[in-house]
């Protein structure tokens, strides 16, 4: 079961960190070659549908390392354990932030067709995404490296 349940929450881990990594170094650079009416709605489109994959994400993190952790020994848990999860929970945080602030507000730009308020948000919710993915690859190396 534990094999199993590290398994979902490595994947769910992969899917949002992966998500990130390909948006800020494949897909934003290659987007800068079109105009803004081309553009903008693109990036909704696209953001639209990772979100559900990072909600998907959240919802197994939090569930299998919720269980993972409560299958400690006698709730012996390395300390990289618990820098992960507070990590973990920043990113989420921040997401959270991600979706209800300037994605909402993007959204709304693109719709009114108010493509610097629109650009303004894009630039935002990258930086956003870029804090997203350093916190991750310390959470990464916090369980990897701190035992």
Known sequence: MRNLLLFFHIAGAIFWMGGMAFMVMALRPALGALQPPQRLPLVVEVLRRFF??????????????????????????????????????????????????????LKQAVAAQD?????????????LVKMNLAIGWVAIAAVLLWR
């Open 52 to 105: 559900v994959v990072v909600m998907v994400s959240i919802v197994l993190l939090l569930a299998t390392g919720g269980m993972l952790l409560m299958q400690a020994a006698g709730g012996a848990t390395p300390p990289g354990w618990h820098a992960m999860a507070a990590l973990g929970i920043v990113m989420m945080l921040v997401f959270g932030h991600i979706f209800f602030g300037p994605w909402r507000r």
């Open 115 to 127: 493509w610097p308020e629109a650009g303004k948000r894009v630039q935002q919710i990258a930086l």
